[in-house]
């Protein structure tokens, strides 16, 4: 018989259990410890209560949000398929749970140990071998891999990290790609993201492989201290799981950031929410859905602020015909300038001038993704197909747009 539970760790201390009902065995509970305090909650949707909270066919949405999907779900059911043959999402959770996005824990026991192998960023930034790389590294990592997603990805732990011996969480992100499929997804990933922050919008913090076949991502989900923020995606804070992330729609999430997001940063995070979505039209991110973009926070009764921006690609220079993630105006075709400002004003309440400034910003960044764009084909004969197709792409979304791309240099390289 299975294990019937897990203790889950909020900051380092336990807030309480997750476990199978025994009266309907398809049913998960989560029940609060006795005396847990509201900063202990595990989620802005689930404050500490007596009741437990019960979900049927699968976990509740903050405790689905991180379980390993794709390629890295595969691997983890093929490895642990003879020690638990009935593998579920609760199975998955206690392999994975020590090393998670955001600052839940899960363990079977009453202490958490977190221990995840050390890794040098170098090595993997480097590395020109002819043997996949990524495939060693899903194997030493996929047990310490708390994170979504359909593209293969792992967790890591840098191994150079100055007075902080005792430090053995996860702290960057390592992704890759199926070449056939997506040729450059991370370079796209990369040239995205920067134009990105020059249109002022705050991201995760990237470094492409020499090899030009995996992505780091520094993970801004944790303090320099090695404290990890509590982070929510739209799917929780919505009440759905993972499966539901393409339905809804951008007005819906700004609604919702309204109802989440503390009073004070609202203004910094409707303007940053804003931008995000404009960038994502403008460079045809069909993929912006719910479970990319959430929320940030040190604890449920501190401050409350949109999370950075991050999964940033462009998707139609892979797929012709692809649509928004969620609905703008009711529909998911990539829309027009005035459909654009009509969101960008309602979300932020700036005055149309303001608004057009805001646009502008965005015209700049995608600018700046073009011009790295055309840096990168250049630098890389074996990528100026997809360098072409990339800079013809955000050329048309700028033009939908009412702008025209600038003759802009760029002198850094993208790879390094």
């Avoid at 997750?18 to 049913?27: H, K």
């Avoid at 994502?280 to 040190?298: P, Q, R, T």
């Avoid at 608004?355 to 993704?369: I, K, M, S």
């Avoid at 800079?391 to 702008?403: A, F, K, W």
Wanted: proline fraction near 6%.
């Amino acid at each position: 018989m299975k294990k019937s539970g897990l203790n889950v760790f909020a900051a380092d201390a336990v807030s309480g259990r997750l476990e199978r009902s025994d009266r309907e065995p398809d049913t998960v509970l989560f029940t609060y410890k006795e005396r847990c305090v509201p900063e202990q909650a595990v989620s802005l949707t689930m404050p500490v209560r007596v009741d437990p909270y019960d979900a049927s066919g699968g976990l509740l949405p903050v405790f689905e949000m991180n379980l390993p999907e794709g390629t890295l779900r595969e691997r983890l059911q093929l490895r642990f398929a003879k020690t638990i043959p009935e593998f579920d999402d609760l199975d998955l959770l206690a392999i994975v749970g020590a090393s998670q996005i955001g600052r839940l824990r899960y363990a079977q026991q009453a202490q958490l140990r977190q221990d995840v192998p050390a890794q040098n960023l170098e090595e993997i930034l480097t590395y020109h071998g002819a043997a996949d790389l990524f495939a060693h590294l899903l194997e030493r990592f996929a047990p310490h891999s708390g994170i979504s997603g359909v593209q293969p990805k792992v967790l890591i732990r840098e191994e150079k990290i100055p007075d902080r011996v005792t430090d053995r969480g996860a702290t960057h992100i390592v992704k890759t790609y199926d070449t056939t499929e997506y040729p450059e997804l991370a370079a796209n990933e990369l040239i995205c993201t920067r134009g990105a922050a020059a249109a002022g919008i705050k991201t995760a913090n990237l470094t492409l492989s020499r090899n030009r076949r995996l992505l780091i991502a520094e993970r801004f989900d944790r303090r320099p201290d090695g404290v990890y923020l509590g982070l929510e995606d739209f799917c929780v804070l919505e009440g759905m799981r993972s499966h539901g992330r393409y339905d809804g729609s951008y007005e819906g999430i700004a609604r919702r950031m309204a109802d989440f997001v503390s009073p004070a940063a609202l203004p910094e995070a409707c303007e940053q929410y804003a931008l995000m979505v404009a960038y994502s039209c403008a460079i045809e991110n069909g993929d912006a859905h719910l479970k990319n973009f959430a929320v940030i926070y040190e604890s449920p009764d501190q401050e409350i602020r949109l999370a950075p921006a991050f999964d940033i690609v462009s998707t139609t220079p892979y797929l012709p015909r692809d649509t928004l993630a969620l609905t703008l105006s009711g529909a998911k075709r990539f829309p027009s300038r005035n459909e654009l400002l009509r969101l960008m004003r309602n979300v932020t309440s700036k005055s149309l001038p303001a608004t057009v400034e805001l646009l502008d910003r965005v015209a700049y960044g995608v600018g700046v993704a073009i011009s790295e764009a055309r840096l990168y084909g250049k630098q890389h004969a074996g990528a100026r197909k997809f360098s072409q197709r990339l800079v013809e792409v955000m050329t048309r979304g700028l033009d939908r747009l009412g702008y025209k791309p600038a003759p802009a240099t760029c002198d850094s390289s993208v790879v390094g």
